[in-house]
């Protein structure tokens, strides 16, 4: 099974910046459709950003041209850049690997956005 450690969260001013890093176990990690979603307290969990093993991306309506997700499979690592952070982004942030029949999360990492 893949196994996904998510780092890189934290507090930051609105109007800041953070990179998101998720690592990947394995050997087959270029593969995976890779996504990061988020969950505040209270709400259900969303997708913020995705991007397939041939490089395509896709995003949130309320993210898009703020945040950028990219992979870099000769390291099984996958990014999350943040720029112009709103109180409205905080929440905690999954990494998530999926392939038809398969979905794996890992354990999550904070963002903070706040004054």
């Known amino acids: 099974q893949v196994q996904l450690v998510e780092s890189g969260g934290g507090l930051v001013q609105p109007g800041g910046s953070l990179r998101l890093s998720c690592a990947a176990s394995?050997?087959?990690?270029?593969?995976?459709?890779m996504g990061w979603y988020r969950q505040a307290p209270g709400k259900q969990r969303e997708l913020v950003a995705i991007?397939?093993?041939?490089?395509?991306?896709d995003y949130a309506y309320s993210v898009k041209g703020r945040f950028t997700i990219s992979r870099d499979n000769a390291k099984n690592m996958v990014y999350l850049q943040m720029n112009s952070l709103k109180p409205e982004d905080t929440a905690v942030y999954y990494c998530?690997?999926?392939?038809?029949?398969?979905?794996?999360w890992g354990q999550g990492t904070q963002v903070t956005v706040s004054s």
């Open positions: 998530n690997a999926r392939i038809i029949g398969y979905e794996y």
């Open positions: 991007i397939t093993s041939g490089g395509s991306t």
């Open positions: 394995g050997s087959m990690f270029g593969i995976y459709t």
